[in-house]
């Protein structure tokens, strides 16, 4: 259940709801997007009908919802968003070419990281990530990576996703220095057992500024090479800079 109060605007809770359905990643009922959101069940279902017209949400055949194929074209339209991920694309074929593993072009969003692209294979190690996922940024390599280079530290009880996740700011705080001296993040663990990660920033006009994007290789833990992933993942990312800043 959200800890949040319910948001007030009708436009704010159509949003709730579209958040809600998304970051489920699969298909929900009226009694989950309404536990999810705070809203109560005759306005969720109200609010939800509306959607359903509007193409923004789908009614599956077993009365759940899911987000509809309307809201998929509108997020395409995203200008900003569309340039970067072409931009990247490249860069994450040669790093999924080169390593065999899921590679993922993120952005920050709020206190998470958001995956904008994921490229895999067959060889990679089946890891929870998808494409317009989120995840909380201080347990990713991507979102260390942001953390990192960002002036203001977390101000909020995180979240342990495992046992390896780092919550005590203390620790967090050494993980982010450690980050900042080496150039990319790392992830052990932290966001799922078994899997490790490696990230570096984009930047939009080169380095001293906040990164707009993070490129990262994640993979199992036990076949991840930190040190060698790391120089490639640093490399892929500079070139997206340069290709950025051209």
Not at 5 to 30: I, N
Request: with cysteine; net charge positive; charged share 20%.
């Amino acid at each position: 259940m959200t800890d949040r109060p319910p948001p007030k605007s009708v436009l704010a809770r159509g949003a709730a709801l579209l958040r809600a359905c998304g970051d489920s990643g699969t298909p929900l009922t009226l009694a989950e997007l309404a536990l999810r959101t705070g809203l109560p069940k005759p306005t969720a279902h109200r609010l939800l009908g509306e959607l359903v017209r509007l193409g923004l949400m789908e009614r599956t055949a077993e009365g759940s919802y899911r987000i509809g194929l309307g809201l998929f074209v509108l997020g395409q339209s995203a200008l900003s968003v569309c340039e970067l991920r072409d931009a990247a694309l490249p860069y994450l074929g040669d790093l999924h070419e080169a390593t065999h593993e899921n590679v993922h072009l993120a952005v920050p969003d709020g206190t998470d990281t958001l995956f904008l692209e994921k490229v895999t294979g067959r060889r990679a190690t089946p890891i929870v990530s998808r494409t317009g996922g989120r995840l909380p940024a201080h347990c990713t390599a991507t979102g260390k990576v942001f953390l990192a280079l960002d002036p203001r530290p977390p101000r909020r009880v995180l979240p342990r996703l495992t046992p390896r996740t780092l919550v005590l700011p203390g620790q967090l705080a050494r993980d982010l220095a450690l980050t900042r001296a080496r150039g990319y993040g790392v992830n052990l663990e932290e966001a799922e057992i078994g899997v490790s990660a490696v990230a570096a920033p984009v930047y939009a006009h080169g380095p001293g500024s906040r990164p707009i994007a993070a490129i990262s290789v994640t993979g199992g833990t036990r076949r991840l090479d930190v040190d060698r992933v790391g120089a490639r993942v640093c490399a892929a990312a500079r070139a997206l800079t340069r290709a950025l800043s051209s």
